[in-house]
């Protein structure tokens, strides 16, 4: 890269990192793995640099990059090693002064990984499904049917007949 790229990258990642790490630790619940899907994204944003450049909407461009980084993370080799033989039991939670979000944070990292970014994506960034479509690669039917199955399966986890207000079937497509 030239010297002026690369400024222009630096001043770049050094302004969209809080945002990008926020993305990432609603995807992988965890400030580790988070950092770790920033620090993957921005590298290859800094090879791709040239071409992230000249996207029409550099944000989404790079939101796509951490998204898809995240969903296909679990089909490289070294997510499959394990330090341990079998996963510590996770804290159980108390009902005195858990927040709702705590809550809803750990029913989420239960979900598989493809709905989990589309719920993410959809609630908490508020994206059309069409933008999440476009950012997955994949058409606009998986992404409502993945909406429906990983809001299903959040209830489940939570015991709820419907889930923060929402119902699949007055949502809509927006």
Same mark, same amino acid.
């Given at each position: 890269?030239?010297?002026?790229?690369?400024?222009?990258?630096?001043?770049?990642?050094?302004?969209?990192?809080?945002?990008?790490?926020? &993305?990432?630790?609603? &995807?992988?619940?965890?400030?580790?793995?988070?950092?770790?899907?920033?620090?993957?994204?921005?590298?290859?944003? %800094?090879?791709?640099?040239?071409?992230?450049?000249?996207?029409?909407?550099?944000?989404? %461009?790079?939101?796509?990059?951490?998204?898809?980084?995240?969903?296909?993370?679990?089909?490289?080799?070294?997510?499959?090693?394990?330090?341990?033989?079998?996963?510590?039991?996770?804290?159980?939670?108390?009902?005195?002064?858990?927040?709702?979000?705590?809550?809803?944070?750990?029913?989420?990292?239960?979900?598989?990984?493809?709905?989990?970014?589309?719920?993410?994506?959809?609630?908490? %960034?508020?994206?059309?499904?069409?933008?999440?479509?476009?950012?997955?690669?994949?058409?606009?039917?998986?992404v409502k049917s993945q909406t429906s199955r990983g809001l299903a399966h959040l209830r489940? &986890? &939570?015991?709820?007949?419907?889930?923060?207000?929402?119902?699949?079937?007055?949502?809509?497509?927006?």
């Open positions: 890269m030239r010297d002026s790229s690369d400024k222009e990258y630096v001043d770049y990642v050094t302004a969209r990192i809080p945002a990008l790490r926020r &993305l990432a630790y609603l &995807l992988a619940g965890d400030e580790h793995r988070a950092d770790d899907l920033v620090q993957q994204t921005i590298t290859r944003l %800094y090879v791709k640099w040239r071409r992230a450049q000249v996207a029409d909407n550099l944000d989404a %461009y790079v939101r796509t990059m951490l998204v898809r980084t995240y969903v296909d993370e679990r089909r490289l080799a070294w997510s499959r090693v394990r330090l341990f033989r079998e996963l510590p039991e996770p804290a159980p939670f108390e009902d005195d002064g858990i927040e709702d979000r705590q809550v809803v944070r750990a029913a989420l990292s239960r979900v598989p990984r493809r709905q989990q970014a589309v719920l993410v994506l959809r609630f908490f %960034y508020d994206l059309s499904v069409d933008d999440v479509a476009g950012m997955l690669g994949c058409s606009t039917g998986t489940r &986890l &939570l015991g709820e007949r419907e889930f923060a207000g929402y119902s699949t079937t007055n949502r809509g497509a927006r």
